[in-house]
């Protein structure tokens, strides 16, 4: 029984709606309604596990996301994360979190991952950890390559938590990869990251608040104000 997951689910809804946060979504139906998955997204903000798992409700799927492990040690977000089966990550001793990974994939849950590993200060892909891809391949589960883009406005790394009303979140979900056991994880990478690199322009291109030169939440390479390199500082 889920006694966590669908009340943080209401709750999430419940905040959107205050917030008239609108979601623009494409490509819902390329999550399976059943059997294990891999699903894995590009990271600009500090609220895309909520996001992400969002563009998975219209298949009434929930997504068990690998998260750092400093998550789970919080007195609140803690118990919550483990109520949702979310795996922790602990980056010293990465081997167990993969097993929980792949038990829980083969037991026909959807796993997703951040391939980036930590927000994208620039809010473009940066480079990309192997680990989504490997998952897949070990277990032979279709890899869901996704875009999230808009979140950071609302809260990221480097700058406050903000209401800001209204805000529109990109949610573009790709057609899956099917890599098999004898694939090269490095290969899948490089073409996990291809195709969400071509989700994120594509949420650029179509987003509907086009804002003023400089302003912080939009890339730099596109005259915003973001860095145009992964820089320590966001601000």
């Known amino acids: 029984m889920e006694y966590v997951y669908p009340p943080v689910i209401l709750t999430a809804r419940t905040v959107f709606t205050g917030l008239r946060i609108k979601f623009v979504q494409t490509g819902n139906a390329y999550v399976p309604r059943t059997g294990g998955a891999v699903l894995a997204s590009n990271h600009v903000s500090y609220l895309d596990f909520t996001f992400c798992g969002y563009a998975a409700q219209p298949q009434k799927r929930l997504v068990r996301f690998m998260a750092k492990d400093s998550i789970f040690k919080n007195p609140v977000a803690g118990p919550?994360?483990?109520?949702?089966?979310?795996i922790p990550v602990d980056r010293s001793a990465g081997a167990a979190s993969f097993r929980q990974a792949l038990n829980a994939v083969n037991s026909?849950?959807?796993?997703?991952?951040?391939?980036?590993?930590?927000?994208?200060?620039?809010?473009?892909?940066?480079?990309?950890?192997?680990g989504a891809a490997r998952l897949a391949i070990e277990t032979s589960?279709?890899?869901i390559p996704m875009a999230t883009w808009g979140g950071q406005r609302l809260y990221t790394k480097g700058h406050k938590m903000k209401a800001?009303?209204?805000?529109?979140?990109?949610l573009n979900v790709g057609e899956p990869l099917h890599p098999g056991p004898d694939d090269d994880p490095t290969e899948v990478t490089v073409e996990l990251k291809k195709r969400i690199e071509a989700l994120v322009a594509d949420a650029i291109e179509r987003y509907p608040a086009k804002p003023a030169p400089g302003t912080w939440w939009w890339p730099?390479?596109?005259?915003?104000?973001?860095?145009?390199?992964?820089?320590?500082?966001?601000?």
Do not use: C, W
Not at 164 to 170: L, N, Q, S
């Open 220 to 235: 730099g390479s596109m005259g915003g104000g973001a860095p145009e390199t992964q820089t320590p500082s966001a601000n």
């Open 108 to 130: 026909g849950e959807i796993v997703g991952i951040f391939p980036e590993a930590t927000i994208s200060r620039t809010y473009l892909p940066k480079e990309f950890k192997s």
């Open 80 to 86: 919550l994360m483990r109520g949702m089966h979310h």
């Open 164 to 170: 800001d009303f209204g805000t529109v979140v990109m």
């Open 141 to 143: 589960v279709p890899l």
